[in-house]
């Protein structure tokens, strides 16, 4: 993918989208001498199995689940590779999959009208399971990014875990953040109808309705075969769910995040007051530094870079969670 460009559909699509599931390119070999890494499939999913080199006795492991869109294993930005070795360095394997339609997962998808949230939650329970089950496995903790997160969220009642984190989770329904999104466009007033139908098309979607009366414009965002998503995924209040789980979380956000806004990460906080919580300054929503002022978005799409490391606190909180908050896996989690 490339880097997105400043303009209406990438904002929307950043956050919802299931588009145009496009291959991915396969993960590179690791270079990294303290490092393995071996392929894993299960069900027609396929991933990147990392794990430390010199530790053979057992351990906890992470799954690391992508955000929206068509993304592959290792992330558009790196992002889930590099969460992979920093965990690797502190002694924890990781799992991390190509999203199903996409790389070598892209055989799942045959029709985008048959993709609705729970089908991408059942993805995370069977590669969960699939983890859990290994002999160098002591216990599972679910690191969900974006959309990934909501999918850890759900994928918690379903699966004994020994915690989750929650990486730029949005702490409310997607059609509030899309219409958030929409109202932040800058429009010539000749254009304000545009918004004024997006308006209308994510109210009957919130409603379970289809919508096959739109303009060209806005088939591009609301195609019908995109629909069942968007209707699964607007049924779904975050931190509502999150409220039901007792499983240990920490909660991750980055205050140069043009995504996903601080008044989502307090709604979170707000559905867990017990959770550990974790604000990066100069951080964007792939954890790579970024400016402070999130107004200059010019500048904030310029942060979305392959190349860039991750802001240095990120994996340090995660391990510290991981070593010091988790509680054995196999307990209900769910109230």
């Known amino acids: 993918m490339q880097r997105p460009r400043p303009g209406r559909r990438w904002f929307l699509v950043g956050v919802a989208s299931v588009a145009i599931w496009n291959l991915a390119r396969r993960p590179a070999a690791s270079e990294d001498a303290t490092l393995i890494e071996e392929d894993w499939s299960e069900g027609h999913l396929a991933g990147t199995l990392a794990r430390p080199a010199q530790v053979t006795k057992r351990g906890p492991a992470a799954l690391i689940i992508s955000g929206s869109g068509p993304t592959p294993r290792d992330g558009n930005y790196d992002t889930y590779k590099l969460i992979a070795r920093g965990l690797a360095a502190a002694g924890i394997r990781?799992?991390?999959?190509?999203?199903?339609?996409?790389?070598?997962?892209?055989?799942?998808?045959?029709?985008?009208?048959?993709?609705?949230?729970?089908?991408?939650?059942?993805?995370?329970?069977?590669?969960?399971?699939?983890?859990?089950?290994r002999d160098d496995v002591s216990s599972l903790i679910?690191?969900?990014?974006?959309?990934?997160?909501?999918?850890?969220?759900?994928?918690?009642?379903?699966?004994?875990?020994?915690?989750?984190?929650?990486?730029?989770?949005?702490?409310?329904?997607?059609?509030?953040?899309?219409?958030?999104?929409?109202?932040?466009?800058?429009?010539?007033?000749?254009?304000?109808?545009?918004r004024a139908e997006s308006y209308a098309i994510l109210d009957r979607l919130a409603h379970g309705e289809r919508v096959t009366d739109m303009s060209a414009e806005q088939a591009k965002l609301f195609r019908p075969s995109v629909q069942p998503f968007l209707i699964s995924a607007f049924a779904i209040d975050p931190a509502a769910e999150?409220?039901?789980?007792?499983?240990?979380?920490?909660?991750?956000?980055?205050?140069?995040?043009?995504?996903?806004?601080?008044?989502?990460?307090?709604?979170?906080?707000?559905?867990r007051p017990d959770a550990r919580t974790l604000i990066l300054p100069a951080t964007n929503h792939m954890f790579k530094p970024a400016p402070r002022e999130i107004a200059d978005r010019a500048a904030q799409l310029q942060s979305y870079d392959r190349a860039a490391p991750l802001t240095p606190d990120l994996i340090p909180g995660i391990v510290d969670f991981i070593g010091g908050r988790i509680r054995p896996a196999g307990q209900n989690h769910a109230q």
Request: aromatic share 4%; hydrophobic share 50%.
């Open 94 to 133: 990781s799992l991390r999959y190509d999203k199903r339609g996409v790389g070598k997962s892209r055989a799942l998808v045959v029709r985008e009208d048959d993709l609705i949230v729970q089908t991408f939650a059942d993805d995370v329970v069977l590669a969960a399971a699939s983890l859990a089950k």
């Open 142 to 194: 679910l690191v969900g990014h974006s959309e990934g997160a909501l999918l850890a969220i759900l994928a918690a009642k379903r699966t004994p875990i020994a915690g989750i984190v929650l990486l730029a989770c949005a702490g409310r329904r997607l059609d509030v953040l899309m219409r958030e999104q929409i109202a932040a466009i800058p429009l010539p007033a000749d254009q304000e109808h545009s």
């Open 242 to 271: 999150l409220a039901k789980l007792e499983t240990p979380v920490l909660i991750v956000w980055g205050e140069s995040d043009i995504q996903v806004r601080r008044s989502d990460f307090d709604a979170l906080v707000a559905a």
